[in-house]
């Protein structure tokens, strides 16, 4: 007869069983060893917002800042033809650009040189630093949204290293606004943009950096020392450099010279143009063209292409302490006139001694200032200067002339440039040496031995095939050197070029790569 109750009995003793022998099991396989407790994360703030709302609002501009710039902080590629690669990058500027220091480019592709620009108005014109686009025969311009046009360089300026492209995008570009760099303070906020790209169209894309404005008319002599080095130039020439940089503790990295120096109101203050280094390597120090001189070298290469440099003629030294107690001026301030120049400005007007102090009412004290402000001038304006003569000042008016130093308008070479250099590769014939270098079984065929950086093809990863062997262009079959570009010249711009490649056990590859317009 069914007990109920003696059955509730039953299933609880064995239920009981069968849990003793279940944790035997588990003690014997290590499942009930010490366990943890999860720990619990605060996430509440430690510190109120009240506490810290001017560092937060601060952070919130940089953000608002750079949201707004970046879009037109361009990244420009600029490739030198083969006359032009022998020529020397400055060692000050060396390390802006893309190439690694050392990596040479074949002669047969020239080399590609990388930096930053930005858009200053919406129909295309870019400025640059004219270290990154000198000498180059064609110039690339990639935007924020990875659309990409061949530039026309308007005009190049090695005296102030600015330099001036424009691209035709057929619709209004995103712009920065000017500020006025005069009126920029040593304290003041500022961030350094670029758009360095090394190589690809995403990487290291607009880095934003910040810090403040360290000091104003910094005279570094690079430009003076380039010119004069410079056999187009030489030692005459140098003396017209205007180096009057804005310096900055922003680190400024490789690829963003040419970038924007932007003051918390969103407007250019400066062109990011060169690092103070004993290592290479940031230290610190940065300095940027100042926007007003850059926007007066934009003006002329856009009417002239090329600038209308004017001048005093005078030769001009700093004012030391001595100089301020033999002349007898109110403080270590002013630029000394060593000599007059007979058929200059100044003849006449000025006498060797006397002490300029102030340009049109604005002090001036040192060289690189008073350069800097007579170049914002053009020639036939008429200045007055203050200078201190007998012991005290009186004011002289000039009107200013053309310097003999400026040359003719940039002109960009014309060469003919093959469609295997578009892409970025360069292939030679696998001969006998050449195969048993590389340790193909047999001699025979086309081997790819460089491929361009910054070109279609690294872009597309094409490197990793250096030292394969190029079997096919698209559906051609490829013999020789000549069989490759009779291949590619059949591509046309935008369309898209298929290689096939071959390594030394016979193992195929491809890459697809579209070919540049």
């Known amino acids: 007869m069914y007990d109920p109750l003696r059955a509730k009995v039953k299933v609880v003793f064995y239920s009981a069983i069968a849990f003793l022998f279940g944790l035997a099991i588990t003690s014997g396989l290590g499942w009930t060893s010490k366990s943890y407790a999860m720990p619990l994360i605060e ?60 990596q040479n480019q074949p002669p047969s592709q020239g080399q590609i040189a990388g930096g930053s620009g930005f858009v200053v108005s919406a129909d295309g014109y870019i400025l640059t630093n004219n270290h990154v686009v000198e000498g180059a025969d064609e110039v690339k311009v990639y935007f924020p949204d990875r659309r990409y046009f061949d530039a026309e360089i308007i005009g190049t300026d090695p005296f102030t290293d600015v330099a001036l492209i424009k691209v035709n995008a057929g619709e209004p570009l995103p712009a920065l606004a000017f500020g006025n760099s005069d009126n920029v303070r040593v304290g003041e ?18 880095t934003v950096t910040a ?91 856009v009417e002239y292409g090329y600038v209308k ?46 002490v300029i102090v102030a340009l049109d009412g604005k002090s001036v004290g040192y060289v690189a200032e008073l350069q800097a402000q007579i170049a914002q001038r053009r020639p036939g304006d008429r200045v ?11 004011d002289v008016s000039i009107q200013l002339d ?9 002109s960009v070479p ?29 001699a025979g065929g086309v081997v790819l031995t460089q491929v361009t950086r910054g070109s279609p093809a690294q872009r597309r990863g094409v490197g990793q095939y250096v030292g394969n062997k190029l ?31 071959e390594n030394q056990d016979g193992t195929g590859r491809v890459a697809n790569v579209r070919m540049p317009s």
């Open 43 to 102: 996430e509440t703030a430690q510190v109120s917002p009240e506490a810290v709302q001017p560092a937060l609002d601060l952070s919130q501009a940089f953000i608002n800042l750079a949201d707004a710039v970046t879009p037109a902080v361009v990244r420009i590629e600029a490739r030198r033809p083969v006359t032009a690669v022998n020529q020397e990058v400055p060692d000050a500027f060396r390390r802006f650009f893309d190439a690694p220091e050392g």
């Open 189 to 206: 906020w500022i961030l350094a943009i670029g758009n360095p790209g090394f190589g690809n169209s995403t990487s290291l894309d607009f």
């Open 211 to 301: 810090g403040i404005i360290s000091a104003r008319g910094r005279p570094l002599q690079l430009l003076q020392n380039e010119l004069r080095s410079d056999p187009r130039f030489g030692d005459q020439a140098s003396r017209w450099a205007i180096e009057d940089f804005l310096q900055t503790d922003a680190v400024i990295n490789p690829g963003n010279s040419g970038g924007p120096m932007v003051s918390l109101n969103g407007q250019a203050v400066g062109i990011n143009s060169a690092i103070a280094s004993t290592t290479g390597a940031y230290q610190g120090y940065g300095f940027a063209i100042p926007i007003n001189l850059a926007r007066r070298v934009m003006e002329d290469l």
């Open 309 to 354: 440099r004017p001048r005093i003629g005078v030769e001009i030294i700093t004012a030391t302490a001595e100089d301020a107690e033999v002349y007898g001026l109110p403080s270590v301030s002013g630029i000394l006139v060593q000599a007059v120049g007979p058929e200059g400005p100044a003849s006449g007007n000025l006498e060797p001694e006397d």
């Open 384 to 394: 007055s200067l203050t200078v201190y003569r007998d012991g005290g000042p009186i």
């Open 402 to 410: 053309e310097a003999p130093i400026n040359s003719s308008p940039a």
């Open 414 to 442: 014309e060469r003919t440039i093959h469609s295997e250099e578009r892409l970025g590769i360069n292939v030679e014939e696998l001969d006998q040496e050449l195969a048993a270098e590389l340790r193909f079984p047999e």
């Open 471 to 501: 079997i096919r262009v698209n559906a051609t079959d490829i013999a020789t050197p000549e069989d490759v570009r009779d291949a590619l010249d059949l591509v046309g711009g935008g369309e898209i070029v298929s290689l096939h490649f």
